[in-house]
């Protein structure tokens, strides 16, 4: 079946503008994670869903920052009043299964939006 | 301290040699390892992953697993140059809800095979 798919692909845009960026996980998949990637770093946790249930929000940096996902299905990570150190790579993922150790905790991959303030 | 720990290289390894990746974890109750291998320009895919002691074979590669010194490693043999990429040790850590179901990843090792 269809990976994780994200759009847009590249996104530039003006300081001080807002931008959304969009996931569509893997179908069935219960839990999404957002990801941020600055050039030469390593991913940043962001917020992560798991069904219903309320989100872990306590790698937002700040509260430009939001997501939003509707049952099971796509997520929308929003950024408000873009700032030049908001550029990066935005990565999200989905997994089957949250609980503890099992095998369905692997998490797969978007090819991300990478996203240029200037 | 930070929570996933790994030596960011580069680490460089002769054709055919064994690459030896280490990763340090804070959390005693994490119980899900990964590790993940990530290209240049690409995101990150799944290598293996290893939930109890000791050591897991998946062709070239093996991940180890002590916990009681929070220490998790990945072993690739007969390094080729196509591995040459950045590793990334990514664990289950406690979350909001009181489960381990936050997984929070390293920062990376880069890895050259030459030739």
């Known amino acids: ?70 049952g099971e299905s796509v997520s929308t990570l929003t950024i408000q009043r873009t700032q030049q150190e908001d550029s990066a790579v935005y990565l999200c993922a989905s997994s089957l299964v949250v609980e503890g150790a099992g095998e369905g905790d692997e998490q797969f991959f978007g090819p991300g939006t990478r996203l240029t303030v200037l | 301290q930070k929570e996933v720990e790994q030596n960011s290289g580069p680490l460089s390894v002769p054709e055919g040699a064994i690459a030896s990746l280490n990763c340090t974890y804070s959390d005693r109750g994490s119980q899900s390892f990964f590790w993940y291998r990530q290209y240049s320009g690409k995101s990150p895919e799944l290598i293996m992953f290893i939930y109890s002691n000791g050591d897991k074979e998946d062709g070239r590669f093996t991940a180890q697993l002590n916990k009681a010194s929070q220490y998790v490693s990945l072993l690739i043999r007969d390094s080729q140059p196509s591995d040459s990429a950045t590793y990334l040790c990514a664990v289950n850590m406690l979350g909001f809800s009181g489960g381990y179901n936050k997984l929070i990843f390293g920062a990376g090792t880069r890895l050259a095979v030459h030739p």
């Open chain 1, 1 to 70: 079946g269809a990976g994780v798919s994200q759009s847009p692909s590249n996104k530039v845009t003006e300081k001080g503008k807002d931008v959304e960026l969009r996931c569509d996980p893997i179908s069935g998949h219960t839990a999404l994670y957002w990801y941020r990637q600055r050039l030469g770093q390593g991913l940043e946790f962001l917020i992560y869903f798991q069904g219903n249930s309320a989100p872990d929000k306590s790698g937002l940096p700040s509260d430009r920052f939001s997501a939003e996902r509707t």
